[in-house]
Protein backbone atom coordinates (compact mmCIF):
# COMPACT_ATOMS: atom_id res chain seq x y z
CA UNK A 1 0.00 0.00 0.00
CA UNK A 2 1.35 3.63 -0.63
CA UNK A 3 0.13 6.46 0.89
CA UNK A 4 0.19 9.78 -0.86
CA UNK A 5 0.83 12.89 2.13
CA UNK A 6 -0.11 15.95 0.59
CA UNK A 7 -1.17 19.79 1.36
CA UNK A 8 1.84 21.29 2.32
CA UNK A 9 2.76 25.05 1.76
CA UNK A 10 4.24 28.03 3.00
CA UNK A 11 1.64 29.95 5.61
CA UNK A 12 2.15 32.38 7.89
CA UNK A 13 2.07 32.45 11.75
CA UNK A 14 -1.52 31.77 12.87
CA UNK A 15 -2.80 30.56 9.59
CA UNK A 16 -4.62 27.18 8.71
CA UNK A 17 -3.56 24.08 6.62
CA UNK A 18 -4.88 21.27 6.16
CA UNK A 19 -3.01 17.83 5.44
CA UNK A 20 -4.22 14.56 3.58
CA UNK A 21 -2.91 11.52 3.30
CA UNK A 22 -4.10 8.80 0.87
CA UNK A 23 -4.01 5.38 0.71
CA UNK A 24 -3.56 3.83 -2.83
CA UNK A 25 -5.69 0.38 -1.96
CA UNK A 26 -9.27 0.04 -1.88
CA UNK A 27 -8.51 -2.64 0.74
CA UNK A 28 -6.83 -0.25 2.94
CA UNK A 29 -8.01 -1.61 6.27
CA UNK A 30 -5.00 -0.57 8.99
CA UNK A 31 -5.30 -0.65 12.63
CA UNK A 32 -4.15 3.07 13.08
CA UNK A 33 -2.84 5.87 10.56
CA UNK A 34 -0.47 8.55 12.30
CA UNK A 35 0.83 11.87 11.72
CA UNK A 36 4.99 12.60 12.43
CA UNK A 37 7.09 15.59 11.28
CA UNK A 38 10.81 16.23 11.07
CA UNK A 39 12.38 19.87 11.25
CA UNK A 40 16.04 19.62 10.02
CA UNK A 41 18.41 18.40 12.68
CA UNK A 42 15.83 16.72 14.72
CA UNK A 43 14.32 13.67 15.14
CA UNK A 44 11.39 12.69 13.68
CA UNK A 45 8.42 13.23 16.49
CA UNK A 46 4.80 12.24 17.09
CA UNK A 47 2.05 14.59 16.25
CA UNK A 48 -1.29 13.04 15.80
CA UNK A 49 -2.87 9.56 15.62
CA UNK A 50 -5.95 7.67 15.08
CA UNK A 51 -7.63 4.09 15.07
CA UNK A 52 -9.13 3.33 11.60
CA UNK A 53 -12.31 2.27 13.58
CA UNK A 54 -13.93 4.02 16.65
CA UNK A 55 -13.15 7.05 18.19
CA UNK A 56 -9.76 7.29 19.33
CA UNK A 57 -7.65 9.46 18.61
CA UNK A 58 -4.36 10.93 20.47
CA UNK A 59 -2.10 14.30 20.05
CA UNK A 60 1.21 15.17 21.42
CA UNK A 61 1.15 18.03 23.77
CA UNK A 62 2.59 20.73 21.64
CA UNK A 63 -0.10 20.46 18.68
CA UNK A 64 -3.06 19.60 21.48
CA UNK A 65 -5.46 22.03 21.21
CA UNK A 66 -4.64 23.66 17.58
CA UNK A 67 -4.66 20.01 15.57
CA UNK A 68 -7.23 17.91 14.69
CA UNK A 69 -6.78 14.24 12.84
CA UNK A 70 -9.87 12.62 11.56
CA UNK A 71 -10.61 10.04 8.44
CA UNK A 72 -12.67 9.50 5.83
CA UNK A 73 -12.81 5.35 5.68
CA UNK A 74 -14.88 5.16 1.92
CA UNK A 75 -11.57 7.66 0.65
CA UNK A 76 -8.79 5.87 2.62
CA UNK A 77 -7.76 9.02 3.78
CA UNK A 78 -6.41 10.75 6.79
CA UNK A 79 -6.16 14.79 7.68
CA UNK A 80 -4.47 16.45 9.59
CA UNK A 81 -6.50 20.20 10.21
CA UNK A 82 -4.04 22.41 11.97
CA UNK A 83 -5.29 25.93 13.24
CA UNK A 84 -2.87 28.21 14.36
CA UNK A 85 0.02 27.49 13.17
CA UNK A 86 3.38 28.67 14.34
CA UNK A 87 6.74 28.84 13.07
CA UNK A 88 7.88 25.85 15.58
CA UNK A 89 5.56 23.54 13.49
CA UNK A 90 7.55 24.03 10.61
CA UNK A 91 8.96 20.37 9.08
CA UNK A 92 8.01 17.72 6.50
CA UNK A 93 5.06 16.03 7.87
CA UNK A 94 4.90 12.03 7.30
CA UNK A 95 1.98 9.83 7.13
CA UNK A 96 1.73 6.65 8.58
CA UNK A 97 0.23 3.47 8.99
CA UNK A 98 -0.15 0.13 10.97
CA UNK A 99 -1.80 -2.92 10.21
CA UNK A 100 -0.78 -4.58 13.62
CA UNK A 101 -2.71 -3.50 16.91
CA UNK A 102 -0.80 -1.37 19.15
CA UNK A 103 -1.28 0.25 22.43
CA UNK A 104 -2.13 4.29 22.55
CA UNK A 105 1.41 4.47 23.99
CA UNK A 106 2.70 2.60 21.38
CA UNK A 107 1.12 4.76 18.69
CA UNK A 108 3.25 7.25 19.27
CA UNK A 109 6.38 6.04 18.48
CA UNK A 110 7.65 5.54 14.50
CA UNK A 111 8.86 2.33 14.54
CA UNK A 112 5.61 1.08 15.48
CA UNK A 113 4.13 1.89 11.82
CA UNK A 114 5.16 -0.33 8.95
CA UNK A 115 3.94 2.18 6.06
CA UNK A 116 5.09 5.38 4.96
CA UNK A 117 4.11 8.16 2.97
CA UNK A 118 6.79 10.64 1.00
CA UNK A 119 6.36 13.32 3.38
CA UNK A 120 4.85 16.95 2.64
CA UNK A 121 6.78 20.43 3.70
CA UNK A 122 5.03 22.58 5.95
CA UNK A 123 6.61 25.80 6.44
CA UNK A 124 5.26 28.71 8.90
CA UNK A 125 6.79 32.11 8.39
CA UNK A 126 6.81 34.52 11.61
Known amino acids: VQLQASGGGLVQAGDSLTLSCSASERTFNPYAMGWFRQAPGKEREFVAT????????AYSDSVKGRFTIFRDNAKNTVFLQMNSLKPEDTAVYYC????????????????????WGQGTQVTVSS
Open 50 to 57: IRWSGSFT
Open 96 to 115: ASTVLPRTAYSLKTPHNYGN
